[in-house]
């Protein structure tokens, strides 16, 4: 869906008019001094960001799938070592544990919050392994193979309930790294410390990815780290540069995964609005909560956990029929999406794998249901009145023909 469409799903063309005099300027000053690659306006906007999440350290890389592979690496997950993640998220996620050579292991996500459930993590970890007694270490009974790490997947903007997922990290001895790719500045308030913390600060290490649809997004592909930990950040700055601190002296392997000088300028400049973008998300999502609150009885809306200050990547409903209002929206020019319409136990990617429907029941129920409605910063009153109308007007009509 483009921008001719009466609602788009997506705006990003105004933000980038809005900006314009500020982005070129930082285009120009890339051509002055043709430095492309690193260098100081990558320094800045990784202080920035760093600054911005409340953490020591931000490492700038190519992307936030290379984001979590490398930082994967970096916290030193092991060929064959498992790593637990959700079956509802991206593919990317799931890309990563494999292509840092371990095994993914899936834990359903809460039905409320469509993020990692702590019970199920529980169950998993307490009926499904146990303690090697040569190593002392967490490994699955089946596999026999060590788990390694968990990857909360903050989804649609809302955060994973972190303190009882940390909680068990630290019984078990599990790295916790953040999948926090849809959710920059979205923040956790840890009941257990009694402050909010954002995402990205939580974990060991977390990845965000800035593809330009998400809240803080480059001009192309671009992702980063965030860690409080010198040493992992110091062999993620050398595994996104081949394995090198000192040119043309590789202490091992690495990846060409660097973070172009150009993106990283314009990142620094849309930071500066990213506090402003994501309160007129969270205002835009209210007012769906409240306008869209009378179809309840056929309609479920996001519900923001009391731990949760979500900053609304997307705006994602549940109704029955989904395919049906999807077309009924479009039919009126609206836009929508499906985040994600196949979990992915049941991918073809992983069908090596012999997961079964049935696995991992909530994420297979939503994945049927759940429909993206337009959100993004610039969302006029009157645009998102129109969608609510379209919606509205579908859920009547269906009452009234079951009637
Ligand atoms: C949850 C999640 N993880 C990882 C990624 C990967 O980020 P990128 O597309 O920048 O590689 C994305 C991006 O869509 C995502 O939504």
């Not at 043709?34 to 990784?46: D, K, L, R, S, W």
């Not at 392997?253 to 990142?267: H, K, M, T, V």
Request: aromatic fraction near 8%; hydrophobic fraction near 40%; glycine fraction near 8%.
């Amino acid at each position: 869906m483009t921008n001719q469409a009466k609602v788009p799903f997506l705006d990003l063309v105004t933000p980038h008019q809005e900006l314009e005099a500020e982005l070129l300027a930082v285009a120009q000053k890339a051509f002055s001094t043709a430095g492309f690659i690193g260098g100081p306006m990558v320094e800045e906007f990784e202080r920035e960001f760093a600054r911005f999440c409340g953490t020591r350290y931000c490492v700038g890389v190519s992307s936030g799938t290379d984001a979590l592979r490398f930082t994967f690496m970096a916290a030193g997950v092991g060929p064959g070592d498992i790593i637990i993640t959700v079956p509802h998220t991206f593919i990317a996620t799931t890309e990563a544990i494999s292509q840092a050579g371990a095994q993914i292991a899936f834990v359903d996500v809460n039905e409320a919050t469509y993020t990692l459930d702590p019970e199920r993590l529980r169950e998993y970890i307490e009926t499904r392994c146990e303690i090697d007694n040569a190593s002392g270490r967490l490994i699955e009974c089946a596999s026999r193979r060590r788990v390694a790490a968990i990857v909360p997947v903050h989804l649609y903007g809302q955060t994973a309930d972190m303190d009882p997922i940390m909680e068990l990290a630290r019984k078990y001895n599990l790295i916790v790294i953040e999948d926090a790719c849809q959710a920059h500045g979205a923040e956790y308030f840890s009941a257990r410390d009694g402050i909010w913390k954002k995402t990205g600060s939580m974990g060991h290490a977390a990845a965000f990815s800035f593809y330009p649809g998400k809240n803080l997004g480059a001009c192309g592909e671009a992702g980063a780290t965030t860690t409080n930990d010198e040493a992992m950040a110091q062999r993620m700055r050398m595994i996104r540069d081949h394995g090198q601190a000192k040119k043309y002296y590789h202490d091992m392997e690495g990846y060409n995964g660097r973070l172009d000088s150009i993106q990283a300028g314009w990142l620094s400049v849309k930071l500066r609005h990213l506090a402003k973008w994501n309160e007129s998300r969270r205002e835009l999502a209210h007012r769906y909560h409240e306008l869209l609150s009378e179809a309840k009885d056929s309609l479920v809306i996001p519900r923001e956990a009391s731990w949760t200050k979500g900053v609304y990547h997307l705006y994602v409903v549940r109704v029955q029929d989904r395919e049906a209002l999807q077309a009924h929206l479009a039919e009126a020019g609206i836009g929508t999406g499906i985040h994600y319409p196949i979990p992915l136990h049941l991918q073809k990617a992983y069908q090596h794998r012999g997961y079964k429907k049935g696995d991992f029941p909530v994420t297979e129920r939503v994945a049927k249901e759940i429909l993206s409605l337009p959100m993004f910063p610039q969302l006029q009153r009157h645009q998102q009145e129109e969608v609510v109308a379209k919606v509205l007007e579908f859920v009547t009509s269906k009452i009234g023909a079951s009637r």
